[in-house]
Antibody, heavy 122, light 106 residues
């Protein structure tokens, strides 16, 4: 059974750096075609994809946030870290991590962690 | 970047109704289209892969179709547990992108 759980601060001040950790079990990031992605959701709004890291250390970022995001992995300890610099109140929302799988017709996210609500406020 | 547009943004329906949600891509994405269901306060749940492949455990009243730029998610007979928000996601090209969501309300 695959499970993921997000952890990190729930309140961050503007201009600070946000560091979120996704701890997972039930799969290995050494397995071909596997990845872990981050997706966020502002309150009452739609899902927004942020970043993904794959088994081969390939990393992809949202173009609009690329300059502020860094995704890393620790394969031996089964966690992925997302760092977002210079946060702003518009970055407030629930941040999800999710297991990603790449197959013949694309990549999907399943399952997802429960999410962590991050508020950016002074 | 490929943009995904869902319609309608919300709809009202009754138990037993047939419901259809549309997702349109800004360019052809073949069948690289996934669907998710999200209930309030919960993480999204993966429903359909590659436009029409129902995931294990997903009720057969859910179905997906389409290719190229136009896709649909159909619920043949809406059940109380189906009231939720539905999102499409394209995985044809990086960056992946989700649609704006369709909220299915009573």
């Amino acid at each position: 059974q695959i499970t993921l759980k997000e952890s990190g601060p729930t309140l961050v001040k503007p201009t600070q750096t946000l560091t979120l950790t996704c701890s997972f079990s039930g799969f290995s990031l050494n397995t071909t075609k596997v990845g872990v992605g981050w997706i966020r959701q502002p309150p009452g709004k739609a899902l927004e994809w942020l970043a993904v890291i794959y088994w081969d250390d390939d990393r992809r970022y949202s173009p609009s946030l690329k300059n502020r995001l860094t995704i890393t992995k620790d394969t031996s300890k089964n966690y992925v870290v997302l760092t977002m610099t210079n946060v702003d109140p518009v970055d407030t929302g629930t941040y999800f991590c999710a297991h990603s799988m790449s197959r013949g017709s694309g990549t999907y996210y399943d399952p997802w962690g429960q999410g962590i609500l991050v508020t950016v406020s002074s | 970047d490929i943009q995904m547009t869902q319609s309608p943004s919300s709809l009202s329906a009754s138990v037993g109704d047939r419901v259809t949600i549309t997702c349109r891509a800004s360019q052809s994405i073949s069948n690289y289209l996934n669907w998710y269901q999200q209930k309030p306060g919960k993480a999204p749940k993966f429903l359909i892969y590659a436009a029409s492949s129902l995931q294990s455990g997903v009720p057969s009243r859910f179905s997906g179709s389409g290719s190229g730029t136009d896709f649909t998610l159909t619920i043949s007979s809406l059940q109380p547990e189906d009231f939720a928000t539905y999102y499409c996601q394209q995985s044809y090209d990086s960056p992946t992108a989700f649609g704006g969501g369709t909220k299915v309300e009573i």
